[in-house]
């Protein structure tokens, strides 16, 4: 229930969104301008990285930074739905468990 809660009413976090990331995660991993970027939408329950590569994209490699960047400067709705889609995907395949 505190899902439905989050994303309909309260408007805290959306369906499809960055991820919500720690203060010492967002400090050690972005750049002040990233970081100005990756605050300026809400964060998602899912992502392009989570339902994209979730393991095998980190901090460490820089992957995980790529695609949250990526998709704050791309989002729209064709690019939530297949988002969408690749975490039901994702999900009922057990993928990046």
């Known amino acids: 229930m505190q899902i439905p809660y ?3 009413i309260k408007n805290d976090i959306r369906l499809v969104g960055p ?3 720690l203060a010492d995660e967002l400090s ?3 750049t002040p301008a990233q970081q100005k970027l ?3 939408v809400k964060p998602g329950l899912t992502g392009y990285w989570q339902a994209y590569a979730r ?3 980190t901090y460490e490699d820089g992957k995980r930074q790529q695609m ?3 998709y704050v400067q ?3 709705l064709w690019v939530d739905l297949k988002i969408i889609f690749a975490t039901v995907k994702a999900v009922l395949k057990k993928s990046g468990v």
């Open 28 to 30: 050690e991993n972005y």
């Open 74 to 76: 791309n989002r729209s």
């Open 19 to 21: 991820r919500p990331i």
């Open 6 to 8: 989050n994303v309909l």
């Open 38 to 40: 990756l605050l300026s």
């Open 55 to 57: 393991n095998d994209a």
């Open 68 to 70: 949250e960047l990526w």
